[in-house]
Structure formats: structure tokens, C-alpha cells
């Protein structure tokens, strides 16, 4: 990250990613007494203005801190929107859309220079406010985000939907049904065969089968779905501390643990797949 130094009536002021600096603006506005950084961070108004930035910001924290890439950070204000650093990038730094309403205060002419000069800089290719170093990465950066929003909102609204269909199955179907022993047995094979080697297919850290093949004590055969829906693939044999987590834990828990059941199942369905195939193959 470059800083790049503007001036202003041969006054310098250095703007670096999305941050300027503060300091230096107040120099070259001839340093004006009473209006300092800090005179003017303290005003009601500017607070004012930082809670509506942080609000409305639309390109969030990435603009900020790791933007700036200022060394010798001192501080840097919850918001992400000024930063007071030591050294010799020191004083006030903020960002330019800040920057521009502190140059306001400081004068009229000054307000009208940094208008045009500095939207110019943060304008360029080279200065666009998210970029970094790199425009095309700074656009994947922040097409990554959106998608990862979108992801968590699909994530809330599939866990919406599983809590839907448990309740749905608590009116529909309120018998328990064991596992059969052929289901209790395509369960074991499963289990006892790659990858889970008799480990708990929940949670991978405690052994379900003894040595014999034969569940431990405490392993439980767990309907994942619903108590009444016990063909082979609604269940999995489970260790007594994910048995426990599963019975109390609600549908969230549950959500959670999905991923690790539908690989369960998927192991249970295709030995059922291959045991079919090769049923078909004898017989003809
Ligand atoms: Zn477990």
C-alpha cells in the first residue's frame, strides 16, 4: 500500500488507501486554532456523522484498518474510521469521507479544494476506497462477501425450515419405532466398515463397536429425523455423550450435526446399492 501525498498550496497531505490524514489537512489549512483533529472528533455533529458513516457504510470494515496498512498504529477507533498513529506516518488519520466533512470545518476554500481533489484521488484506479493494491481482487473481496452473506441467510432459512419439519413430524407420526434387525445391522456394517472404522460417526472421537462388532456400551442407535422413521438410512450409531447432546440439544443441534449424518447415510445407502447390484448380477 502506497501513500500518495497531495498538495495544497505547496502544503503536503497524505492520503493512504481510504484514510487521509487529518493532521496534515489542518496544516495546510494554516492550522487554525481551536480546530484541531481533535477539537472537531470531540463535536457532537461529528459523532453524529460517524454513527450515520458506520451505519450506512456499504463496503464495511475492509475498508479500514488492513487498508490503510498503517504501521505503528496507536489507535484505531472501534468504527474504523479514525486512527491515531506514531512514527513518522503519525497524527490523525481518517477516512476520506470523514476527512471530507473535517475539511468543511476547516475552511470553505479548503472544502471546495479537497471536494474536487481528493473524490478525484479516491476515484482512481489506483485509490478506489476498497481496493488494496488490486481492483480485481478488491471486486472478488467484496463479491466473496456477498456470497457468504447469502450463504448464512440460506443456512438460517434451512435450519428454519428443518424445526418446520420436525414439528410437522411430531403432529404427523407420534410413534416411536424401533430399528428392525436388518436396519439395526446395515447401521453396523456401515459403521464398522471406512471411514468410521467403529468410531462415532457424530462426533469421530469415541469408539461405538467393540472388537466383536458389537455396539458398546452407552452407543445408541439414534433416529436422526424422527423417532417413528426407522428404516436403515434415518439412523446411525452414535456415542452416549452425542445420544445426550442429540435428545436435549433441539433442532439447531441437530442442523449442526447434519452434514456428519448425511455422510453417514450416504455410506448406508450405497453398501444397500452395491448389495443390490450384486444381487442382480447372481441372478442372471
Ligand atoms: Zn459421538
Known sequence: MTTTTLSYQGSRIR???????LTDMWQAADRPPNRRPSDWLALEETARFRTHAGT???DATDLFAPNAGLAGICHLDSDGLVATVRGNQGGTWAHWQLALTYARYLSPP???????????????????????????????????QRLHHRLD?????AADLMFLTLS??????????????LSQAAILRAVAAEPYGGQCPCCD???????EGRPVAGAEFDHFFHRSLNRP??????????????????????????????????????RRRRGRMRLGSTAE
Not at 441467510?153 to 432459512?157: A, F, I, K
Open 56 to 58: 450506512h457504510r456499504t
Open 153 to 157: 441467510t440460506l443456512d438460517r432459512h
Open 110 to 144: 479548503f472544502h471546495l479544494w479537497c471536494n474536487t481533489v481528493i473524490r478525484a484521488a479516491m476515484q482512481r484506479p489506483d485509490h478506489a476506497p476498497a481496493a488494496g493494491d488490486d481492483p480485481l481482487r478488491a471486486n472478488l473481496d467484496e463479491q466473496f
Open 205 to 211: 472421537d469415541a469408539p461405538v463397536l467393540n472388537r
Open 168 to 181: 410437522a413430524q411430531d403432529l404427523l407420526l407420534g410413534t416411536r419405532r424401533n430399528f428392525s434387525g
Open 233 to 270: 438410512e434415518f439412523g446411525w450409531l452414535i456415542c452416549a455423550a452425542c445420544h445426550d447432546d442429540l435428545t436435549h440439544g433441539g433442532y439447531l443441534l441437530h442442523f449442526s450435526r447434519l452434514p456428519r449424518f448425511r455422510s453417514f447415510q450416504a455410506a448406508v445407502l450405497e
Open 15 to 21: 492520503l493512504r488507501g481510504a484514510m487521509l490524514n
